[in-house]
């Protein structure tokens, strides 16, 4: 699910502009932008910008992305720099915002030294090897939940409750554990013990695969049968 909602995203921001003969993110036009960018944005930020992968700037689109269409591209606030990307067929602001975040990441990177380069490319493979883990997490758990829905069913009905409560979520938070065991398990407000205890039985029995660059994941409910781990949002944190 998240793999197609962020392909969803790229065919928003690059399918309805045609292809650019040359890469525009080397474009010299472009050089006073991102030395504006060095100077407003914060270093931590700039930080994280630096260790990305190229293939995982598309996640600036919002936040950043639209800090840099609010500040020279909505409302034709620069009317040279949309008027270079409408002659380059790139119509779309936020297409435009990704080729300067683009410009900004090579900058950045450009500038490293062999030490500082080998720190990044640990922490790209570190980041690589989370969101791998991540995603198969959050797939082991959909998978477990819609196999024990009926069983949620049960307990639900047998205190009282419709038997459907369960596409609410019968939880709240997953705490998993490098091994792959459930360590703790948020349940919503208003469940009863008995409700809880019932629920945990079922919960406690789910598998997950072990992972070894965190020693505990949270997973949490988005909605029935969709879990999302929340450390997805510190990935690029130092």
Sequence with gaps: ????????????????????????????????????????????????????????????HHGYGTYIRNRWIHGDRDPALVKFFLAHKINHP????????????????????PEQRASVEKKRAVVARKRKAYEKLESECEVQLTKARNEFGRHYASH??????????????LLVEKSGRVRKIVFLEGDSPELKAGLAKVINGFIFSPFSDDEVVTLDMINFPHCRVAERDTLHDR
């Design 1 to 60: 699910m998240q793999c197609l909602k962020q392909l969803a995203i790229c065919a928003l921001l690059l399918g309805s502009d045609a292809a650019p003969g040359k890469d525009l993110a080397e474009d010299p036009f472009l050089r006073p932008y991102v030395e504006q960018l060095k100077r407003s944005t914060p270093a931590d930020d700039l930080g994280r910008i630096t260790a990305m992968n190229k293939t995982e700037l598309i996640l600036l």
């Design 160 to 173: 009282g409750r419709p038997s459907d409560s369960a596409l609410r979520g019968p939880f709240l938070k």
């Design 94 to 113: 936020d297409g435009m915002s990704v080729v300067i975040i683009e410009a900004l990441w090579r900058d950045l990177n450009s500038r490293l030294g």
